[in-house]
């Protein structure tokens, strides 16, 4: 879900190329033959009325989902194998930043939804949704990425770069939550 986006990129490619995966990919209908070409072999349209529809219950091994929203969850549990998991970037809340005030209280929401969800896996409740925090990404696992963009076998997909003279513009890109891959600030100009 969500596989034109600064991560989904990255997954779609990696699922397919470095995991070797059957992958189907959520985007728009206008990135649809770019995340074809990072490898997905099947690609759904999120704007159309039957897309929470879509995938037949029972075979997605892994659903990655880099839009968040318990909705999203709710939809495509079904489409979970007996063994599957829902591995999302995000949480169960799409967009939160945008409707809560990140204050301590806000990320002691945050923090206390990601706790229940935990503990709610470890007690069987819901032991396929799974929240992939920036804390569980391995040191050990950089130089993996980095011999795979090295070889070309992954690519990153840049959708603007913009001087840091400009982070109020990049930074409102982002708030569309449609930008087609990375937002790159450069920091200084290039020789």
């Not at 939809?75 to 949480?91: E, I, P, Q, R």
């Not at 005030?101 to 470890?122: C, E, P, S, T, V």
Request: hydrophobic fraction near 40%; charge should be negative; charged fraction near 20%.
């Amino acid at each position: 879900l969500g596989g034109s986006g600064g991560v989904g990129t990255f997954a779609v490619q990696l699922a397919k190329g470095h995991f070797g995966c059957h992958v189907i990919a959520s985007c728009s209908r206008k990135n649809s033959m770019l995340v074809k070409s990072l490898g997905a072999d099947k690609v759904l349209d999120y704007e159309d009325a039957d897309f929470l529809n879509q995938v037949p219950a029972g075979t997605c091994d892994v659903i990655v989902d880099c839009v968040g929203g318990d909705d999203y969850w709710q939809s495509f549990k079904a489409g979970l194998s007996k063994d599957g998991v829902y591995v999302t970037t995000v949480g169960n809340k799409r967009y939160l930043a945008d409707d809560t005030n990140l204050d301590y209280g806000g990320i002691l929401q945050i923090k206390a939804d990601y706790l229940l969800r935990q503990l709610g896996n470890k007690l069987g409740v819901e032991e396929r949704y799974h929240i992939l925090t920036g804390s569980q990404i391995l040191a050990s696992d950089l130089p993996i990425i980095a011999s795979l963009l090295d070889k070309g076998s992954l690519r990153v997909v840049v959708d603007k770069v913009f001087p840091l003279t400009e982070i109020q513009m990049a930074h409102e890109l982002s708030e569309t939550h449609h930008a087609v891959g990375k937002i790159v600030l450069q920091v200084r100009a290039g020789k």
